[in-house]
């Protein structure tokens, strides 16, 4: 499992590089270590959607990655104390007013809150919002929401103001995070856990083999379709390939022979 | 973490709750039901249930509550695959989208892109259209015959909300309607204070004990269903047995012989309403969306046919479905009250 963790800003960024001995990539600007990565988003909207196609969605896999949004937020004076870490359950994003919400099915332990996602700050406004406010959490939930599952979209927040630049002016980014980072590496053990992945039916092995048969005979894209779909239920029937392999071995020399072969498997498949 | 620490919140551990469904009735008593719940307010329950790349089987690991208020239609004509029992106006509604239970051969998996339970507080406006369709129903000489359990496991929810009672209680007062419950819970005491009536037939799912263990999760066994349908019979409600479906695969018969030879020793099958019969079946989209899930179960791995978008066994083994059936019960029933989905 990999963790993709987000931040606006390199002073969030810097305890969480440090605590997990994160090494920066400088072709990609993508901080790692063997399970760990982290991005800086820079912060707003346009910034983390720039950096987060950066990231080449559609060709990337995402099926064993848990993206963690971690950064300071305002907090309503009434829900929230400065320092403390939230973890996020509704985002609304003001800007397209749509709502957006994580999956919650990992025991914490940490508070919840709702969060407002604004385009422009709201130091020294009027702000009757209540829960949270950043600026990013909408644009990342609606930009990944395509790709990773909701269950593993997590967003933590930790509070450094009331809305007034005077809260601003009292506290460290750095030693804020710093403060979290028990909590923020306790939650990533909990999230740990087989269940939250997708489900795969075929090994690597396994899709490497299929992956020579597409190659060899140059399956149409509705042929490789239809060769996963076989091999997954040979797999669950009979645990291995072993027959299904058994098909391809004859060699063909044009398309007509290939789609013979793919037909004449289609019929004799045992199921 | 120890590696047997459970890291998952227990169900409805969450609350959403429509902005327009706060203060009704059901509401309140579901809220109250769960006093430690965290309460969302949602502008629009398809803003949560709705999301895109949910995972239905994860969200079943720790299954989440809506609270809405359902929108027209609020109740459906039957469909092609929903057994009629032989009722002309037939319809369903949806009081809950989603079940407690979670069978591998369901179709909701495939029907809902979220697991997470959605009930509608707004019973009412469900009950002035069930109403409505009595009035203008095709067969005047015959009851409207309405199904609250299509979308969900109603009575399953008894224990935390009284949506079965509401829907008995409703139909005893329209001589015109007629309601089938159907259902895999053991719940009968929860509705036992109630007076039997023609008017409500009580429709139990009945498997052998290896397919509820293998197929039928978190639902109770096999001898506690029997039992439950055992005192509905002797309070005098008229219940039907669904066998539905019938899984087929190396030595079914064996086991669904010994299953029906120990219902027919511990139910009066003379005192039965009558047995509707099916085979796994399903709409190929939904079929489709379950199969793209990967799920753990292996029924969606095995070789099915697909006629006018119905992915099922082939005409073979419905056959031999049918002989089984018809061979173990033609002796307790007569022709006419034994109903194939075949």
């Known amino acids: ?271 | 973490m120890n590696q047997f620490e459970n890291p998952f919140l227990p169900d409805f551990s969450h609350i959403y709750v429509e902005s327009g469904a706060f203060n009704f009735e059901l509401t309140n008593q579901c809220i109250s039901k769960y006093p430690n719940a965290t309460i969302i307010e949602i502008s629009d329950y398809k803003s949560f249930f709705n999301r895109p790349n949910q995972d239905f089987q994860t969200q079943k690991i720790s299954t989440k509550l809506i609270l809405a208020l359902k929108k027209q239609p609020f109740i459906y004509k039957g469909t092609d695959i929903l057994q009629d029992g032989g009722y002309k106006n037939f319809y369903y509604n949806t009081p809950i989208l989603n079940c407690l239970y979670n069978c591998s051969y369901c179709f909701l998996q495939g029907m809902y892109p979220s697991a997470n339970i959605v009930v509608f507080v707004n019973e009412d406006d469900m009950k002035n259209e069930v109403l409505d369709a009595i009035n203008k129903r095709s067969y005047k000489d015959e009851p409207l015959m309405l199904s609250v359990s299509y979308n969900t496991d109603l009575l399953a929810f008894e224990n935390i909300l009284p949506l079965t009672k509401n829907w008995m209680s409703f139909a005893k007062k329209n001589k015109d309607l007629l309601l089938e419950i159907r259902t895999k819970s053991a719940l009968y005491n929860s509705i036992k204070n109630i007076k039997s009536s023609d008017q409500i037939l009580l429709s139990w799912t009945l498997s052998p004990d290896n397919i509820i263990e293998s197929y039928e999760l978190n639902t109770p066994p096999l001898s506690r269903r029997i039992d439950a349908i055992k005192s509905a019979i002797n309070d005098g409600w008229k219940v039907r047995i669904c066998f539905d479906p019938i899984l087929t695969y190396d030595n079914w018969k064996a086991d669904y012989l010994s299953f029906f030879n120990k219902i027919k020793s511990d139910i009066n099958f003379e005192q039965v309403f009558d047995i509707t019969v099916g085979v796994f079946r399903m709409g190929q989209d939904y079929f489709k969306n379950i199969r793209k899930s990967k799920p753990d179960s292996d029924l969606f791995y095995q070789s099915y046919k697909n006629e006018n978008g119905i992915v099922s066994i082939d005409s073979k083994k419905k056959n031999s479905v049918f002989k089984l059936v018809s061979d173990n019960f033609s002796n307790y029933l007569p022709q006419n009250k034994i109903h194939y989905w075949i």
Not at chain 1, 3 to 31: C, G, M, R, V, W
Not at chain 1, 133 to 138: N, Q, R, S, T
Not at chain 1, 171 to 187: C, F, G, R, T
Request: charged residues 25%; positive net charge; contains cysteine.
């Open chain 1, 1 to 271: 499992m990999n963790f993709l963790i987000l931040t606006a800003l390199q002073s969030e960024a810097k305890p969480i590089i440090s605590y997990f001995d994160l090494n920066k990539d400088p072709k990609t600007h993508i901080y790692s270590n063997k399970k760990i990565f982290l991005l800086i988003t820079g912060v707003g909207e346009k910034n983390v959607i720039n950096k987060l196609k950066s990231l080449e969605l559609k060709g990337s896999s995402w099926s064993k990655t848990v993206i963690l949004n971690i950064g300071i937020a305002g907090g309503n004076q009434l829900d929230t104390k400065i320092g403390n870490i939230y973890l996020v359950n509704s985002i609304f994003d003001q800007q397209s007013e749509r709502e957006y919400f994580p999956d919650l099915i990992i025991n914490t332990a940490l508070e919840e809150m709702p969060m407002t996602t604004v385009s422009e700050p709201l130091i020294n406004k009027d702000c009757s919002l209540r829960g949270l406010v950043d600026m990013e959490g909408g644009s990342i939930i609606k930009t990944m929401s395509p790709f990773v599952p909701p269950h593993r979209l997590i967003f933590l927040k930790i509070v450094s103001d009331h809305f007034k630049s005077s809260d601003l002016k009292r506290i460290s980014v750095e030693k804020m995070i710093e403060a979290q980072m028990k909590n923020i590496h306790d939650l990533i053990r909990k999230v740990q856990h087989p269940k939250i992945l997708d489900r795969s039916i075929l090994n690597r092995v396994e899709k490497e083999k299929i992956q020579e048969i597409i190659i060899k005979y140059n399956l149409t894209k509705t042929q490789e379709y239809e060769l996963l779909e076989w091999a997954e239920s040979h797999k669950k029937i009979f645990n291995n390939l072993t027959k299904l392999e058994s098909y391809f071995t004859v060699k063909t020399n044009n398309k007509k022979e290939r789609n013979k072969l793919f037909e004449s498997v289609r019929e004799s498949i045992p199921s």
